[in-house]
């Protein structure tokens, strides 16, 4: 929520709609991204996350957004019950959907950039997709091997199989990332046995296994992963990090993934091992000429990641 401060700065400048073509690259959530950080528009009113360019249409909003350097997008209402105006404009930059709220009265949209956010598997397994921040998740329950994330630079795919602990519905036992992202390496996660638990699964990178001690790190020759095997917490991760393996608080072991290059981690792959199944977090922005899968095509669209829509697109 938006709270008004005590001292309300009055600004002399008024935003005007501009004789141009409307900003292209679009993309609508129903999400109110107002805890992104903050980017104040011309003509705003207020301080910080709760300076607000207000009495304005979208359109011009969204105009204001593209004239102002870091603005990457709005946040918008309407809907401003208790306010002196007819809507409130907030601009934003670096907008994670998987730390937004519902939407409410708001929604937000990204201009000419795209999001980042996060796709959860947990449990027999349950997959919260990138624009199901809250859910409902899609269920899986057949073994083999699928797509979470299928994009021309990127593919990250899960391997399901029956486990001693859910042995009638699969779960996941292994994950494989590969692509020019990722400068065409690869790195796979896979429960082997015959142990339980962590001394269960190895770690393989390019074909040779790594993090083969507890604790230990891996930092990659070109530098573009760095990786590690420690005692994490699942919540700091994901809310259902935990799910069905790791109880209700404490650190446990986990692998931590994280891809970057000079402008800073641009993937993230959380892995925490029950005893011979994993829950995992996979983050990273929205990939720009579409992604597809059972984390779904990241398009701030909840209704076309259900499973029958999955299975319509071949991807389930």
């Not at 306010?83 to 949209?109: A, K, L, N, W, Y």
């Not at 400068?183 to 962590?198: D, E, Q, S």
């Not at 530098?223 to 069905?244: C, V």
Request: with cysteine.
């Amino acid at each position: 929520p938006t709270t008004t401060p005590t001292t309300t700065m009055i600004t002399t400048t008024t935003y005007r709609s501009l004789p141009r073509s409307p900003p292209r690259d679009i993309m609508h959530c129903q999400l109110s991204c107002l805890g992104a950080p903050a980017v104040s528009l011309p003509g705003s009113t207020g301080f910080g996350k709760g300076a607000s360019l207000n009495d304005v249409s979208v359109e011009d909003c969204r105009n204001a957004c593209t004239d102002t350097e870091g603005c990457e997008g709005i946040v918008y209402t309407n809907a401003t019950h208790g306010t002196p105006f007819s809507s409130m404009c907030f601009g934003r930059r670096d907008i994670h959907t998987s730390m937004c709220q519902p939407g409410g009265r708001h929604f937000t949209e990204l201009i000419g950039t795209y999001p980042r956010g996060k796709c959860a598997l947990f449990g027999d397994p349950h997959i919260i997709s990138f624009d199901r921040v809250y859910g409902p998740p899609v269920t899986v329950l057949k073994a083999g091997e699928y797509h979470l994330v299928k994009s021309g630079p990127l593919s990250i795919q899960g391997r399901f199989g029956y486990t001693k602990r859910f042995p009638t519905a699969a779960s996941t036992v292994g994950i494989a990332i590969g692509g020019s992202m990722v400068k065409g390496h690869t790195l796979v996660v896979v429960f082997t046995g015959p142990m339980p638990g962590a001394e269960g699964f190895k770690v393989f990178w390019d074909g040779k296994e790594i993090l083969q001690k507890y604790p230990s790190t891996f930092v990659s020759p070109d530098t573009i992963l760095s990786a590690k095997f420690d005692a994490l917490d699942p919540q700091k991760y994901h809310r259902e990090g935990r799910h069905t393996i790791a109880g209700t608080h404490g650190v446990l072991p986990s692998f931590l993934f994280e891809f970057g290059d000079a402008t800073g981690s641009f993937l993230a792959v959380y892995v925490l091992m029950g005893p011979d199944n994993v829950n995992a977090v996979v983050r990273t922005r929205k990939i720009e000429d579409g992604q597809d899968g059972l984390c779904g095509n990241f398009n701030c669209n909840q209704e076309d990641d259900s499973l029958e829509a999955l299975k319509w697109r071949g991807v389930a």
